[in-house]
Nanobody, 120 residues
């Protein structure tokens, strides 16, 4: 069974920075894409950033060059460097890993979520 564990969330002042990380454990050979999503209270979960196994990245418009997503395949880990944080970035951040293959049928997995709170 594959498990995703996130870390790095917390409370930060506006303009500050945080680094989120998410590591997958279990029987894993390959992971297609990795991404970060977020969900604020009363809102739907939305994509923040995504990186493919070839290193192609895409970001939500609201990121505005403030965040950087990266991955370390040797560690089955995805990172999200967040700079110039704004109060509207406050949300629970979830990592997602697509088509995780460990010898059986590939499957998608979600982390448990980590709270990011930005104070004004």
């Amino acid at each position: 069974q594959v498990r995703l564990v996130e870390s790095g969330g917390g409370l930060v002042q506006a303009g500050g920075s945080l680094i989120l990380s998410c590591t997958a454990s279990g029987r894993i050979f390959t992971i297609s894409a990795m991404g970060w999503y977020r969900q604020a209270p009363g809102k739907q979960r939305e994509l923040v950033a995504r990186i493919t196994d070839r290193g192609s990245t895409n970001y939500a418009d609201f990121v505005e060059d403030r965040f950087t997503i990266s991955r370390d395949d040797a560690k089955n880990t995805v990172y999200l460097q967040m700079n110039s944080l704004k109060p509207e970035d406050t949300a629970v951040y979830y990592c997602n890993m697509e088509r995780v293959w460990g010898g059986d049928r590939p499957a998608d997995y979600w982390g448990q979520g980590t709270q990011v709170t930005v104070s004004s």
